[in-house]
């Protein structure tokens, strides 16, 4: 079992639609959360990070944890057609710099 | 300073033969990262440095693979006698890390690489 696991999709939703993207994870010593948006032959940009369980919200998105069941989310209201890329969730152990990252979920928003 | 650069861009090689790769992080970040993201996977962690110090090292890194950062600055990735299997994304990242925490990564465009 991937540390980190996350449904690849491809998701394709209506401009405007509400987005959930989900990751669940298996090491209980995760401690931090980050998504992050890849466009095509791109590197990753970091969108939201957050630490431990709770939500946190930025403009159209909102990042949630879920410590308890190890389930963590990414929703995007308003979907744009900019918004079509691969998201990607990752954790890191405190302490450790290495982020385990997602496989990625390919977004397409149609206008 | 316009963020994390990769060079080169692509790159195509014969299997066996050697390859280097460099990356100019952001000038005021202390730590360097080195990930590998193949087709539909996320990116692999391979190493990092703070500063010019090599401070942590993933298994993926066989003893064909090296990375430098000389005086603390930009770093190098070779592959010596690259395989097939080589072929991916290598991406750098750098951050900034300080007493109130990390700011977080900023990634550069990444280095394709193909063996043939």
């Known amino acids: 079992q991937k540390e980190v696991e996350q449904d690849p999709g491809p998701l394709s939703v209506p401009e405007g639609a509400i987005v959930s993207l989900n990751c669940t994870y298996s090491n209980s010593a995760f401690q931090y959360f980050m998504w992050y948006r890849q466009y095509s032959r791109k590197g990753p940009e970091l969108l939201m990070y957050?630490?431990?369980?709770g939500n946190k919200e930025d403009g159209r998105f909102t990042a949630q944890v879920d410590k308890s069941s190890k389930y963590i989310s990414l929703f995007i209201r308003d979907s744009q057609p900019s918004d079509s890329a691969t998201y990607l969730c990752a954790s890191n152990q405190g302490g450790s710099e290495k982020l385990v990252f997602g496989k990625g979920t390919k977004l397409t928003v149609n206008p | 300073d316009t963020g994390v650069s990769q060079d080169p861009r692509h790159k195509i090689t014969k299997r066996g033969q050697n390859v280097t790769f460099r990356c100019d992080p952001i000038s005021e970040h202390n730590r360097l990262y080195w990930y590998r993201q193949t087709l539909g996977q996320g990116p692999e962690f391979l190493t990092y440095?703070?500063?010019?110090?090599?401070?942590?090292k993933s298994r993926l890194l066989s003893d064909r693979f090296s990375a430098e950062r000389p005086k603390g600055s930009f770093s190098t990735l070779e592959i010596q006698r690259t395989e097939q299997g080589d072929s991916a994304m290598y991406l750098c990242?750098?951050?900034?890390?300080?007493?109130?925490?990390?700011?977080?990564?900023?990634f550069g465009s990444g280095t394709r690489l193909t063996v043939v």
């Open positions: 957050t630490y431990s369980s």
């Open positions: 990242a750098s951050s900034l890390v300080w007493a109130g925490g990390n700011v977080g990564y900023t």
């Open positions: 440095f703070q500063n010019e110090a090599q401070l942590e």
